[in-house]
């Protein structure tokens, strides 16, 4: 066998070897895909997004919002310092319902 015939054959056999590996490398893949793919429901829509609902009623009496209004405005319109303010304020929120 001379020299080009051999360099032919290691040629050859080289690409066999990178073909084989390739192929070993794409059945690995399909396994992998498959895996995943069991995992999947078939079928299944993407989730919805949340649907908005009516907020629940404010914790606080009508009556309470009321008075903390009042409150808010005799502060806008500087009739109460800061600190009577807030000292007015979480005495309505904290007291009995009327």
């Known amino acids: ?4 015939a051999k360099a032919e054959k290691e040629r050859q056999e080289k ?3 990178e073909q084989a590996k390739v192929e070993k490398q794409r059945v690995r893949v399909d396994k992998t895909n ?4 069991k995992t999947k429901v078939k079928g299944a829509e993407a ?4 649907v908005a609902q009516e907020a629940p009623p404010p914790p606080i009496s009508a009556a309470k919002l009321k008075k903390l209004a009042e409150l808010n405005e005799a502060y806008a319109k500087d ?4 600190a009577e303010y807030h000292a007015r304020r979480a ?3 904290s ?4």
């Open 1 to 4: 066998m001379n020299a080009t």
């Open 47 to 50: 989730p919805r997004p949340p």
């Open 95 to 98: 007291g009995p319902e009327p």
């Open 34 to 37: 498959a895996k995943s793919d």
């Open 15 to 17: 690409a066999k070897a």
């Open 79 to 82: 009739q109460v310092t800061p």
């Open 91 to 93: 005495k309505i929120i």
